[in-house]
């Protein structure tokens, strides 16, 4: 690694986190605008130093939603849109590509998780579902949960985007994220707010 790579890499993650407080909320549920989520969460996973040693030619980001509900799925929308804005982003020196569901349940999360080789489940709004089901399904298929929605730690989700005293938060529950495989560096680790539960 060449000299000074981790301190610019720490200033421009640095920048993302600035505006997304800058641009304020997208949605009710989802308080960092999508459209900044998506380089925040490149961004957290090029941190993650098991995605090196990931068999696969890709880095497949699989997004979980649901159609019926209409905040999922404006979600679902913008974030569709904000991948292609992202150009062609690579994470550990792999491709990303990202795949849609419409989920349902936890056993066919689960599936489509290892039936794609996912190694992140993102997690849109939802109601009426288990969400801790849904992130156990993620974890069991060996893919890190992430979300736009704070309170989805509560129910097992690794990694999250919010505000905490109306500055923007990067949440990573320590030991999902562990049950995940991932391994974060520590500039990441210092950043982040950091829970163990």
């Known amino acids: 690694m060449m000299p ?3 301190n610019s890499r720490t200033r421009r993650f640095g920048a993302l986190a600035l505006a997304a407080l800058l641009l304020g909320a997208g949605t009710a549920e989802v308080v960092v605008p999508v459209e900044l989520q998506v380089p ?8 993650d130093r098991s995605l090196r040693e990931r068999p696969g030619e890709a880095v497949i980001i699989l997004v979980a939603f649901q159609s019926g509900f209409p905040v999922s799925r404006d979600l679902r929308e913008r974030l569709d849109s904000s991948r292609g804005s992202a150009g062609s982003a690579s994470i550990q020196g ?11 349940g936890a056993a066919a999360l689960e599936r489509e998780v290892r039936g794609q080789d996912a190694a992140v489940v993102y997690l849109a709004p939802m109601r009426s579902i288990d969400l801790g089901a849904l992130t156990a399904a993620a974890a069991a298929g060996g893919a890190l949960s992430v979300t736009g929605d704070l309170d989805y730690v509560s129910e097992g989700v690794a990694v999250a985007f919010g505000t905490r005293g109306g500055r923007p938060s990067i949440l990573i529950n320590l030991k999902a994220a562990r049950a995940a495989g991932a391994d974060f560096g520590a500039q990441l ?9």
């Not at 925040?40 to 941190?47: A, I, M, N």
């Not at 792999?94 to 349902?104: A, N, S």
């Open 189 to 197: 680790l210092q950043l982040a707010e950091i829970i163990d539960r």
């Open 94 to 104: 792999k491709p990303v590509r990202w795949v849609f569901l419409d989920v349902t």
């Open 4 to 6: 000074g790579t981790n």
């Open 40 to 47: 925040l969460l490149l961004k957290v996973l090029d941190f």
